[in-house]
């Protein structure tokens, strides 16, 4: 299963972990994410700041 999270803060940092961790997930997706998220927890991705569009594209 492919899986987008999307924000960059703490909070965002645990719930991409706790995905991470589980044999469903295939590919994990954090956008925008953050340096820390990048090390075993997802591909970063940027977005526009003023909305996602279509996120589903990204995964």
Same mark, same amino acid.
């Given at each position: 299963? +492919? ?9 965002? !940092?645990?719930?991409?972990?706790? =995905? ?8 994990? =997706?954090?956008?925008?994410? +953050?340096? @820390?998220?990048?090390?075993? !927890? ?8 003023? @909305?996602?569009?279509?996120?589903? @594209?990204?995964?």
């Amino acid at each position: 299963m +492919n899986i987008l999270v999307v924000g960059s803060g703490g909070r965002e !940092h645990a719930i991409a972990l706790a =995905v991470k961790k589980s044999p469903l997930c295939d590919t994990l =997706v954090c956008a925008p994410g +953050n340096p @820390g998220m990048a090390p075993g !927890h997802g591909k970063p991705r940027q977005v526009r700041a003023g @909305g996602c569009g279509r996120p589903q @594209g990204d995964c």
